[in-house]
């Protein structure tokens, strides 16, 4: 079974930076990040194909860097300028389908336990 373990997440001031990490990426085809607040549904934050391709929510252009350490087999999220509305549980996931890397919820298989950003005032 494909096991993705998130690490990064913390709580940090408005304005500050975290970076997520997730390993093993297994060098799969298609790997995000994804993010839940309490009582909303997840939202797509960043994705990232074998290519090195990426793509970003709106919400986040500017401000979220997605990257893969193919050595360290590790993927990452860079987040600066945080903001309280970034405040969410964030889960890594991965897919080893070919295809386009869309930034939905079905196009991935593989989900890790999630770390918990909180972003204050």
């Known amino acids: 079974q494909v096991q993705l373990v998130e690490s990064g997440g913390g709580s940090v001031q408005s304005g500050g930076s975290l970076r997520l990490s997730c390993a093993p990426s297994y060098s799969s085809y298609c790997m995000g990040w994804f993010r839940q607040a309490p009582g909303k549904e997840h939202e797509g934050v960043a994705a990232?194909?074998?290519?090195?391709?990426?793509s970003y929510a709106d919400s986040v252009k500017g401000r979220f860097t997605i990257s893969k350490d193919n050595a360290k087999n590790t993927l990452y999220l860079q987040m600066n300028s945080l903001k309280p509305e970034d405040t969410a549980m964030y889960y890594c996931a991965a897919d080893f389908v070919g295809g386009f890397c869309y930034l939905l919820i079905s196009r991935f298989g593989y989900w890790g336990q999630g770390t918990q950003v909180t972003v204050s005032s």
């Open positions: 990232i194909d074998s290519d090195g391709s990426t």
